[in-house]
Structures are given as C-alpha cells and as structure tokens.
C-alpha cells in the first residue's frame, strides 16, 4: 500500500488529551495528535513542555495516580479504557518507546540477546532459540553483527546501544515507534546516522513515527509533520518544513531559531532569542501561557486563552496574531509600518 493512499482509520489518534501529575502540575493540556502509517510526526519543544508525558500516556507508562482524560486510539481502540492485559499487548507489539538514555534503559548484568529477545518471549509463541535467533537478524537490521547478542551492554558504545534500543523497539513488529530525544545523549556524527537509521527502518516498514526533540532543525530534516508543545499544549502543528521555516507562533520561531528576512513582514516579527522558562505546569499564568516572554503580546494575551486556529492549508496556531483577524491586531514594530502598508 503506498503512503499517499487513504486510510480510513489513523494508525493513532490522541484526541484532547489532558494529563495531570498527582501533585497538581498539569503536564498536558487538550492535546489533538494525528499519525498515519508510514508518517512521521515530530514534536518539539523546550525541556518541560510536557513531550515526554505525552509520550508516557500514550502507553500508559505514567506513575500511579496520574489523572489521564481524552482519547488515544491505537488503531480505532482507546488505550485508556483497554484493561491491563490489553495495555501489556498493546506495549511492544502495539507501539514500542525508544528512550533517550540507553544505559538507563538496558539492563547492565544481561547479555544483550537475551535483552532483546525478552519481550519476543513474552509476546509471541516462540521458543527460547527462536527468540535469540530473531533477536540477531535484529541486531543485523540496526547495523550490529548478529554475533552481538553475546555481549554486555558495558561493551558497546553509546550509538551501538542505542541501536540496540531501536532492535528492542522493533522486536515485536509494532506499528508505531515513539523515540523521545533518541540522540540527544549522542555526539553530533552519531547522532545524524542513528536517525538516519530510524528514518530508514520506518520508512522500509511502513511503521508510523512520532520523533521528540527539543531540536526543530532535526525533526524537520526528519519528519512530514510538526507539532510544538508549549506548557502542555500543542501551540503550532504543521508540514515539517514550513513550520520550520515559516512557523507563526512567535514560541516556534524563538525555537526554529527565525531571524529577519527582508520583504517578510512576519519575520520582522521573530523576537530575537527567547529569555526565561517554561511555566510550572502547577502554576501556568492567565491568558496565553506564552505572554510572559513573548515580545509580540498583546494586552488581552493576558487575560485570552489561545486555540488552535486555521494558519493556511494544513496548518494551526494557537496564537492571536495569527489568521486574518490575527494581521489585524498585530503590534507595529519599528521599521514595519512600511511593510505592513505594502502587504
Ligand atoms: P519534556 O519531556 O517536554 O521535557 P516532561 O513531560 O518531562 O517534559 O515534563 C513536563 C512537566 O511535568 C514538567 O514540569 C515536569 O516537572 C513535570 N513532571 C514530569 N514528571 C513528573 C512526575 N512524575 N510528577 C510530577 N510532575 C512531573
Ligand atoms: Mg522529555
């Protein structure tokens, strides 16, 4: 099946997908997501923004007393309302989690065969042998010797036990793979070949893919689609590129690292580099959560909470300069007016 045709059921939909921590802090907040198969979703943000909570949620991975409201469909059922041995299915064989640090994640007294081979177990009907004999062509699909299941993971480097990550991830044939931050422990040459490798391995397997960064130039180079999270909600969501090069939200351009082109009314707008922090989710402000630091805010951005809106074909942003009305409402810096007078 091409990757242009249409499919009526998404492999997952999130639909407003709220999360809130047992302390209070609100880590997600109304979250709408779309992946098909064979597409790859980035989404980035600034550390705290809550990616890596959504992540959790989609597999139910959060610490017990956790508050999930919304919908995850994975393929058309909801996660959330699956009982616990349907979730464990779902786990691996479903969608798998290739995580940032993978000494973390790998167990340092297990040969790594027999790592990789532990979830093959415990999902499909095959003998110990068969399960290590997989657990090599893995290896082989990552680019490391079959040979390699001997080892520990001490003995390999950090990139080769990342790929190990990414065979664990694949071992059980999932559908979608969710890598958060998978090279940002990497140096910068290992980093662009083990995403190269996990853009290879989809594509080849018509799996979907959602890549979180804090890296908006890595997941365009990556991904079809753009989502960027701010305090919990998805501010900006779009075709990679375009967000990348053309983001709306004055938080996705701090982010995409936007400066000022000349004849371009709206990057006159960039706000150069972006002091201060994310909001603590137990404390968001009124208003937008972003008009504390936003250079372009507006008196009413404190006090008007911003939806996602229409910002072109197959783009939205949740920012009230956007949008016909948005051009309206919006500050004249200096040195615009005159582009403002020509658009
Ligand atoms: P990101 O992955 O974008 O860096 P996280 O999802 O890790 O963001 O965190 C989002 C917010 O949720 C942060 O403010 C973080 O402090 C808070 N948080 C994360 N995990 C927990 C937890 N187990 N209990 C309470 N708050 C948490
Ligand atoms: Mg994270």
């Known amino acids: 099946m091409s990757t242009t045709s249409i499919r009526k059921t998404p492999l997952l939909e999130v639909r407003d997908l709220t999360v809130t921590y047992a302390g209070g802090a609100q880590a997600v907040r109304g979250v709408n997501l779309q992946v098909e198969a064979g597409r790859k979703l980035g989404i980035a943000g600034e550390s705290g923004c809550g990616k890596s909570t959504l992540a959790l949620a989609l597999l139910r991975l959060l610490p017990a007393g956790t508050k999930v409201t919304g919908e995850i469909l994975l393929n058309g059922e909801d996660v959330l309302a699956m009982k616990w041995g349907q979730v464990r299915a779902v786990r691996w064989a479903g969608a798998s989690i290739v995580f940032q640090g993978a000494m973390h994640s790998l167990n340092a007294v297990h040969r790594i065969g027999d790592q990789i081979a532990e979830p093959i177990l415990l999902h499909k009907k095959v003998t110990p042998a068969a399960a290590r004999k997989r657990a090599g062509e893995l290896l082989e699909q990552v680019g490391l010797p079959a040979a390699r299941t001997d080892a520990y993971p001490h003995e390999l480097s950090g990139g080769q036990r990342q790929r190990v990550m990414i065979a664990m991830a694949l071992a059980c044939d999932p559908g979608l793979i969710i890598a958060d931050e998978p090279t940002t422990a990497l140096d910068v040459m290992i980093q662009a070949q083990i995403l190269r490798l996990i853009e290879q391995l989809v594509s080849e397997q018509d799996l979907g893919l959602i890549m979180i960064s804090h890296d908006l130039a890595v997941l365009s ?53 972006l002091p201060g922090d994310p909001p603590d989710p137990s404390a968001l402000p009124a208003g937008c959560t972003f008009h504390p630091r936003c250079a372009l805010a507006l008196d009413s951005c404190a006090t008007q909470d911003q939806e996602l809106r229409d910002a072109g074909p197959g783009r939205q942003a949740a920012c009230v300069l956007v949008g016909p009305e948005g051009a309206a409402a919006a500050p004249v810096l200096p040195g615009a007016e005159e582009a403002r007078s020509t658009s």
Do not use: K, N, W
């Open 221 to 273: 180079d990556t991904c079809d689609r753009l989502a960027v999270m701010y305090a919990g909600r998805v501010v900006e969501e779009g075709p990679a590129s375009e967000v990348y090069e053309g983001a709306h939200h004055p938080y996705s351009r701090a982010l995409s690292g936007a400066f000022p082109r000349i004849g371009d009314l709206s990057s006159r707008f960039a706000p150069q580099g």
